[in-house]
């Protein structure tokens, strides 16, 4: 199973980006998909999850900015990001669980004042 995430870069303070992580290499959907970010010299941190259900978790740092959503036909998991401020800038990590935890490599946001 992989995780391919895309959809980083550079992006001014106040604009938008849509991340897109999208799984290959099994035909069944994950129990959750979601992302994660690790800023420069801090932990990664849970930012949204999503349960193949539809029910979801947006962290209160990006809450009412980011919008998480999943096509599980695809298999994939979107993050849509808006109003982006620099503290927002990090590498974003996707995941999905089934069984146990599978991640994608990282995609890179930055975020320009």
């Known amino acids: 199973v992989q995780l391919q995430a895309s959809g980083g870069g550079l992006v001014q303070a106040g604009g938008s980006l849509r991340l897109s992580c999208a799984a290959s290499?099994?035909?069944?959907?994950?129990?959750?998909m979601g992302w994660y970010r690790q800023a420069p010299g801090k932990q990664r941190e849970l930012v949204a999850r999503i349960s193949s259900g539809g029910s979801f978790l947006v962290e209160d740092p990006v809450k009412g900015r980011f919008t998480i959503s999943r096509d599980n036909a695809k298999n994939t998991v979107y993050l849509q990001m808006n109003s982006l401020k620099p503290e927002d800038t990090a590498v974003y990590y996707c995941?999905?669980?089934?069984?146990?935890?599978?991640w994608g490599k990282g995609t890179l946001v930055t975020v320009s004042s």
């Open positions: 995941y999905g669980f089934m069984a146990i935890q599978y």
């Open positions: 290499g099994t035909s069944f959907s994950f129990n959750y």
